[in-house]
């Protein structure tokens, strides 16, 4: 049994395809063979609004037993504000109590328990969008669409922020520069910044306060991200961290510059609109950041892609926990049985030799696989 889980980290161009699906059931708006933009919405729901408990037994001055039978609106009906909810019979017809909506919304249930009427307000509307410009290629009834599109990728290591898009701007010459505040002009708004090895943390506070829509960074120190967040963020899960921008970092925590091929490509496509998400998840529904640069027009017509199937000896992988996070090697070996680990677990590992010297142990589930073996990587 090999785990680890496998790049590329970086695209040049490559047919992508991603499943854009609604958490709940709803209407598919396209059909297969639909053109789309990033911000085409493919599928939509209705939404959850906020639900209002109504006392009509103390309202009514009835039992509760009595309030199912003393209502105006039946389970399910849509209620204007100040529109009756409920009434008693009163005296010959007089001397007769009313519970009134005190919100606009909908009936969804009332308890003879309780007394209690509870109220739905009505919700936004639930919508996704392609975030990939390409072709829908699947339906996937009432949930959503696949689409496919031809684009470059970059994905990152880290990173926090939703789904967001802008035009591509280098903000600084060098894959080992540090992007300071002053270097952020007031034309940046909406725009998807290029950085170096480095942001600081007075860098990424002016490029929310002037509407930057995400930035790429080489590196980040943790504590600039804390007081950026304004919380301590959990690396293995960012998925439902709020940034006021999406930050994609591709190297690591510190000053990691960021490499050069990755870079290369990233001022290549200067100008174009990139599609980011910095969602980050490296446990189960594993997720990682990722810059999307589509290519209008082009088509997928350089070698595909290798998958590497599998973790091997040899593979270059990179570390996605702590102690070790963001930390690049080779696989020395791989023991075919299960170790402790320091939180005294047992489960398969890797040891992996580091750049810098020494070997580490780690478990399998905590590894990226960037490569396959030097020797496929060489032949």
């Given at each position: 049994?090999?785990?680890?889980?496998?790049?590329?980290?970086?695209?040049?161009?490559?047919?992508?395809?991603?499943?854009?699906?609604?958490?709940?059931?709803?209407?598919?708006?396209?059909?297969?063979?639909?053109?789309?933009?990033?911000?085409?919405?493919?599928?939509?729901?209705?939404?959850?609004?906020?639900?209002?408990?109504?006392?009509a037994?103390?309202?009514?001055?009835?039992?509760?037993?009595?309030?199912?039978?003393?209502?105006?609106?039946?389970?399910?009906?849509?209620v204007?504000?100040?529109?009756p909810?409920?009434?008693?019979?009163?005296?010959?017809?007089?001397?007769?109590?009313?519970?009134?909506?005190?919100?606009?919304?909908?009936?969804?249930?009332?308890?003879?328990?309780?007394?209690?009427?509870?109220?739905?307000?009505?919700?936004?509307?639930?919508?996704?969008?392609?975030?990939?410009?390409?072709?829908?290629?699947?339906?996937?009834?009432?949930?959503?669409?696949?689409?496919?599109?031809?684009?470059?990728?970059?994905?990152?290591?880290?990173?926090?922020?939703?789904?967001?898009?802008?035009?591509?701007?280098?903000?600084?010459?060098?894959?080992?520069?540090?992007?300071?505040?002053?270097?952020?002009?007031?034309?940046?708004?909406?725009?998807?910044?290029?950085?170096?090895?480095?942001?600081?943390?007075?860098?990424?506070?002016?490029?929310a306060?002037?509407?930057?829509?995400?930035?790429?960074?080489?590196?980040?120190?943790?504590?600039d991200?804390?007081?950026?967040?304004?919380?301590?963020?959990?690396?293995?899960?960012?998925?439902?961290?709020?940034?006021?921008?999406?930050?994609?970092?591709?190297?690591?925590?510190g000053?990691?510059?960021?490499?050069?091929?990755t870079?290369?490509?990233?001022?290549?496509?200067?100008?174009?609109?990139?599609?980011?998400?910095?969602?980050?998840?490296?446990?189960?529904?594993?997720?990682?950041?990722?810059?999307?640069?589509?290519?209008?027009?082009?088509?997928?017509?350089?070698?595909?892609s290798?998958?590497?199937?599998?973790?091997?000896?040899?593979?270059?992988?990179?570390?996605?926990?702590?102690?070790?996070?963001?930390?690049?090697?080779?696989?020395?070996?791989?023991?075919?049985?299960?170790?402790?680990?320091?939180?005294?677990?047992?489960?398969?590992?890797?040891?992996?030799?580091?750049?810098?010297?020494?070997?580490?142990?780690?478990?399998?589930?905590?590894?990226?696989?960037?490569?396959?073996?030097?020797?496929?990587?060489?032949?």
């Amino acid at each position: 049994m090999s785990v680890g889980r496998a790049g590329p980290f970086l695209e040049a161009q490559a047919l992508l395809q991603r499943r854009r699906l609604l958490p709940v059931a709803g209407e598919v708006l396209l059909e297969i063979g639909d053109r789309v933009e990033h911000d085409t919405v493919v599928a939509r729901a209705a939404g959850r609004g906020l639900l209002h408990t109504v006392n009509a037994a103390k309202i009514l001055d009835v039992l509760p037993a009595e309030v199912p039978g003393s209502l105006v609106r039946p389970v399910g009906a849509a209620v204007v504000a100040g529109e009756p909810l409920a009434r008693t019979r009163g005296i010959w017809g007089m001397f007769r109590s009313v519970c009134r909506a005190p919100v606009s919304g909908t009936v969804v249930a009332v308890s003879a328990h309780t007394g209690r009427i509870l109220l739905e307000e009505p919700g936004a509307a639930l919508e996704i969008q392609a975030f990939l410009p390409g072709v829908v290629t699947e339906i996937v009834p009432e949930r959503g669409v696949t689409v496919a599109g031809v684009a470059a990728r970059v994905a990152g290591v880290f990173g926090v922020g939703g789904e967001r898009h802008g035009l591509l701007r280098a903000v600084v010459g060098r894959p080992e520069a540090v992007l300071e505040a002053a270097q952020l002009d007031h034309d940046v708004a909406g725009q998807v910044l290029i950085g170096g090895a480095l942001v600081t943390a007075d860098a990424l506070q002016r490029a929310a306060a002037l509407n930057v829509a995400g930035l790429i960074t080489g590196g980040i120190h943790d504590r600039d991200l804390t007081r950026f967040l304004g919380r301590e963020s959990v690396l293995a899960d960012t998925a439902g961290v709020a940034a006021p921008l999406t930050l994609v970092i591709t190297g690591g925590f510190g000053r990691v510059p960021m490499a050069a091929e990755t870079f290369a490509l990233l001022q290549k496509h200067i100008g174009r609109r990139a599609c980011l998400v910095g969602r980050t998840r490296v446990r189960a529904g594993a997720e990682r950041p990722e810059v999307i640069i589509p290519l209008a027009g082009a088509t997928a017509t350089g070698p595909a892609s290798r998958a590497v199937t599998g973790l091997a000896v040899g593979c270059r992988v990179l570390i996605v926990r702590q102690p070790w996070f963001a930390q690049e090697g080779y696989v020395g070996r791989l023991p075919d049985e299960p170790r402790r680990i320091e939180s005294g677990a047992y489960c398969l590992v890797a040891e992996v030799d580091l750049p810098a010297g020494g070997t580490v142990q780690v478990p399998r589930a905590n590894l990226e696989i960037l490569a396959g073996p030097r020797s496929e990587a060489t032949s």
